[in-house]
């Protein structure tokens, strides 16, 4: 059974900086694309970054320069780093895993198939 547990998130103001976590059970961990999304209230979920087993990474564009995604293998771990954030980046973040090894060129919702629960980032102004 494929595991995501999303930790990391909570309160701070614009310009702060949070590290989210992602725990992943290990055989995911070790063949899939893993990638973070993102939904704000009475919008769509938005995809953020993702990476590979390997080192490839894609960034949306809205939050390249802001945000690092990377893997402690040693953890089976996929972090987003946060930094620089903005009142629009409210939102609950989610972790997910594709159904294969390469990320592509597009974080598209539809291409991911196993889901977190979610951790809520709130950034006030």
């Known amino acids: 059974q494929v595991q995501l547990v999303e930790s990391g998130g909570g309160s701070v103001q614009a310009g702060g900086s949070l590290r989210l976590s992602c725990v992943v059970s290990?055989?995911?961990?070790?063949?899939?694309?893993i990638g973070w999304f993102r939904q704000a209230p009475g919008q769509e979920r938005e995809g953020v970054a993702t990476?590979?087993?390997?080192?490839?990474?894609l960034y949306a564009d809205s939050v390249k320069g802001r945000f690092t995604i990377s893997r402690d293998n040693a953890k089976n771990t996929v972090y987003l780093q946060m930094n620089s954030l903005k009142p629009e980046d409210t939102a609950m973040y989610y972790c997910?895993?594709?159904?294969?090894?390469?990320?592509?060129?597009?974080?598209?919702?539809?291409?991911?198939?196993?889901w977190g629960q979610g951790t809520q980032v709130t950034v006030s102004s």
């Open positions: 990476v590979n087993p390997g080192t490839g990474t």
């Open positions: 290990e055989y995911t961990y070790n063949i899939r694309c």
């Open positions: 997910a895993a594709r159904a294969g090894y390469l990320c592509g060129t597009t974080i598209a919702r539809a291409d991911f198939r196993d």
